[in-house]
């Protein structure tokens, strides 16, 4: 879905995988997710079939000016994706130094390609409350209970070049407030 928004060397697709299936969309990497227009590459025809009789549950026909707009995206794919891979890469930088500046409460490993990390509290406590104080303060985070893995968070930055360092800003409040459980004294 992210390919080819990398930080770093570039991976190839796993098209060229013999028994992969890729699956892509415009909602990712082309930062586009109201076309709601989509692809699969699949070698087996068998596989194939199956995903062509699904796809009757899921959408009998597009909308044809989605399908219009997805065509010139496609076309304008170096130009669509050079403007993704610009604002991830310069909100990835943001988000770098807000790591470093928060690594006694947040932990991470620095994404590798994509639009998204996936942080989590050094308490290795639930993250779904920290979640809900960000929200509160008007950024959204998506907890990692939804991922099986409650103590993480993700959080996407691709957001506007303006946009992300503001949001960035609220978070680092929320970090510097939030106290975790373990350090919590009760009041009795």
């Not at 989509?38 to 026909?61: L, M, Q, T, V």
């Not at 800003?169 to 009760?186: C, Y």
Request: with cysteine; aromatic share 10%; hydrophobic share 40%.
């Amino acid at each position: 879905m992210y390919h080819p928004i990398y930080h770093g060397p570039a991976t190839k697709s796993a098209s060229r995988l013999p028994r992969a299936t890729v699956i892509h969309d415009f909602s990712k990497a082309f930062a586009l997710p109201a076309l709601r227009t989509g692809w699969i590459i699949e070698r087996d025809p068998e596989r194939r079939k199956h995903y062509w009789n699904a796809r009757a549950y899921f959408s009998i026909s597009n909308n044809p000016t989605a399908e219009m707009l997805a065509e010139i995206a496609m076309r304008k794919r170096d130009v669509v994706l050079g403007k993704t891979q610009e604002v991830a890469d310069q909100n990835l930088q943001h988000l770098e130094r807000f790591m470093a500046e928060h690594r006694e409460t947040l932990g991470w490993i620095r994404p590798q390609g994509g639009p998204t990390a996936f942080p989590w509290l050094v308490s290795a406590e639930d993250a779904r409350p920290f979640c809900e104080a960000a929200a509160e303060q008007g950024v959204l985070l998506v907890p990692g209970d939804c991922f099986d893995a409650p103590s993480h968070f993700r959080i996407g930055f691709v957001a506007a070049e303006q946009k992300f360092p503001a949001a960035l800003d609220r978070l680092s409040e929320v970090v510097k407030n939030w106290q975790p459980r373990s350090q919590m004294v009760s009041a009795f």
